[in-house]
């Protein structure tokens, strides 16, 4: 029997990293060879050392063999750490044999290295084999091979200098010989000057020293506040270059009155009203025909112009193709990032070791300054200890009558914030009715600066409602005192979230049904643009106000009061779904006001610095425990879900099915602002017969529905396929994990088997090994 | 080599763009900053090979001043006999690893180099504890309890020492590593 255990390992050698194998094809003889040496480290390493398990220690030799090649040795093995190990070993076995390092080896093909032992033959060996399965990729790949092993540049060098030395080309240093020596300073100074460039450009990047700053400062927590402020500045920047190139400038190479009526006083930054109604901030002020040749709709000359060069510029299919270009692209951003985020932070498979995972990749490596190390080190402490206690088995169950308090605080807690839910939606629309009843019944009489004044108070009302209502949400969480602190962050979230949605979809339905309604001969599209307008002014001012009672003057009354350095946590959760409800603001009213976007922008870098200063003075690093990753994610979620798509959803019903104001904007006289498109085809047939095909072309693949629902059909089966194909994985790694926990039963099984036999055996031969001795 | 000077030739920088996960912008501003270490080095010391920062200048660059594992990381990215100097491709090395684009795969292997203390190969027991004990401070106050200390190792090892041999190797630490999303974002050092 024995003799069959003795032949098991040179069989197992043939498929135990299979796999493996067929993963990292290109590599499959340097990670055999590094597996062979991990297999004769073993050996020693098993019998000698003293602090391994006991029993393990007796193993025979076959044994340890036969582990070595278990499937669970090879969990996980990768190129780079194959040949890094390999690599390593080299170094380890150069050291303990008292020879100069492998670095110094590097040089051998210098003569002076003249003596060679066996080891550093088998190194030479080892680095044949790799710079032939290097040769073996392509330039691209081979750079990016390189790149991932885990050795040093050097080393490295090395490598690549023999691929390539080997492969039949010249390095490029010695080809500088033959240039002439005027041409040479010209590249070496255009070099230098491209040097200096880059190193200017390098200084450019945006907040790359800020965002260190607070990362060094706070860790990845805070920093994902700042970096989520930033994506959306990116947002904005991409909406706002399209909305100013494509219906701002050329609205405003062509006006198309006179003179503004109303002057300027200071109060319209706030209102938006006033001197700004008629300007190209608002939907009303765009033209409805073609701009450069519309000699016959205006006696302007300068219009007449433009007519010259080019295509005609038909501002309805512009605004219309803007903000739809706009919004479909943004959507496609959106999407994908939210796909890369769920990649990355929800990796299929779960796995439950927390501890293991809080020791080895809590630590913060971008924090760099003193106390805030500490400050880390604390809070790593704190929460290994809580781990550690969830981990104690003698939890003691709470009693009946605390948990049924605790029931009670839930409740009560739930129907206070559904009450303030409701209580701000009907707040709204009561204001919002009062306010127009009376801004309608102001207007008859006149007074002009007054009137848009009195609409403030809505927006005050809603940024008002925003301000203090997560406060009181934040004090119910206390109260709550829930078991995980991530828990309570996701229903801080929730609450805060709800109210926001149940404000919007208040004022949504006011501005459309209402609006649309109500002021008919008047053009509503503007006023609902003059409206986000306030509510984005106000949303910033109230942010700022915020930053500086809530912050500045919690931490100067603290400081007063405890006598001591004392700080307020900053609250990313609240204030990335500040940001949230803003951005939403913002491509609601893309719509109504073209230019909100660059006033968004512009209010995101306001409030970058407003931010970071706040942070810098007044807050301290957050002691719970933050996932960084995990939280992006949900806040990315959230933008695209319910504020993206909400806007979207706004968005589309007042293209497709609200009738736009008739006396100004693009579609003036069309019944929904989409038949824009239709009615432009139909000119354009009239006017070019020989451009019929486009028309048919519209009418087949876009009006007919039998196209619209192949591509749903398509897509459909698409996810469906996608569904499938990732429940199909996650039965696979169900399977596997029961196959792995089957094996490890197994080996236990085998080892002892193994164990038993060899003992009987040494049993056996030790007597004859007694008596030689 | 002269690659610590402030003048990289267009060779050698296109050669560490291909080597390292780092673009040109990094590599030029890291050999200024190199250079910058290597003329204060000259200040505070005078016996130093050339182009080669000694280990004490080179912690108390701002970026690593604070961090508790900075003697490890000197330790593993140095090339030196004594592992006791840096050179300009040592520096390059540690800011590849550390940077955005570097692997998953890359980080965790610097990862568990600089976590294994005594450079068996295997995060032992001993390993471990010294790993906490930096994470958490070595003061009195603020270190772990000898019981909890022994929970958190058994509890440790219960949850990543997949072969069950006292040790964590590189595939295990690895097999963890894979599992937290934040190891990449954290395990960055910027220059």
Known sequence: MSVTFVDIPDVQEDYSPCDEREVHNSFSSVIEEAENDVLLELIPRGRNSGNRRNALCEYHHATMRILANMPSRTIGRCRGGALSEYYNRTVRKRQSKKRPSLYSMERRARPSVKQKDLSEEAEEEHQRLLVSELQKTSGAQRIRLLQSFPLSLRVKRELRYLTLETDGFRKGRNVNFCCSSVSDRISLATHRFWLMLLSALYALRPWHAALKQIGGRFGSSALSYFLFLKTLLGFNLFMSLLCLLFIVTPQAVHPHRSSNPRSFTSLELLTGAGYFTDTVMYYGYYSNNTLNDGCSSSSNTSVCRGGKGGLPYHMPLAYLFTIGFGFLSTCIILVYRMSCSFGESFRVGFFSGVLALKVFCSWDFKVNRIRCVQRQKENVCMQLKELLSEHLPDRSNPDFKKRLRHVCVLIFSWILCAGSWLGAALAVHMISEHLHKDHRARQRTGGEPEVEAMLLPLPLAVSLCNLLLPYMYHALGLWEKLDSPILEVYIAICRNLLLKVVILGVLCYHWIIRKAKYLENKCWETFVGQELFRFVIMDLIFNLLDTLFGELLWRLILQKKRKQKCRTEFDIARNVLELIYGQTLAWLGVLFCPIIPVVQTLKLLLLFYVKKASLMRNCRNPSKPWRASHMSTAFLTLLCFPSFLGASVFLSYTLWSVQPSMSCGPFRSLNTMYEAGKFYIKQLEMTNPQLSWVSRIHYYLWENTFFIYLAAAVLLIVIYFHIQIVNGQRKIIMLLKEQIANEGEDKCFLINRLHSVYEKKSRRHRPKIGNNR | ?191
């Open chain 2, 1 to 191: 080599m002269g690659g610590s000077s402030s003048q990289l030739s267009k060779e050698l920088l296109n050669e560490y763009q291909d080597l390292t996960y780092l673009t040109k912008q990094e590599i030029l501003i890291a050999s200024q900053r190199f250079t910058d270490l290597l003329q204060k080095d000259r200040k505070s010391t005078d016996t130093t090979e050339t182009g080669r920062v000694s280990k004490k200048t080179f912690l108390e660059l701002p970026e690593l001043k604070a961090n508790p594992f900075k003697d490890r990381i000197c330790y593993v990215f140095s090339t030196s006999e004594n592992h006791d100097s840096m050179s300009f491709e040592d520096f390059l090395d540690m800011l590849s690893a550390f940077s955005d684009s570097a692997t998953l795969e890359v980080k965790s292997y610097y990862a568990f180099r600089i976590y294994d203390f005594d450079g068996d190969g295997a995060l032992s027991r001993e390993d471990l504890e010294m790993l906490v004990n930096r994470l958490t401070g070595e003061e009195e106050n603020s270190k772990l309890s000898k019981d909890e200390m022994r929970q958190l190792i058994d509890n440790i090892l219960e949850e990543s020492d997949i072969d069950k041999d006292g040790t964590i190797n590189h595939s295990e630490f690895q097999h963890v590593i894979s599992r937290s999303p934040d190891f990449v974002s954290s395990f960055k050092i910027i220059l």
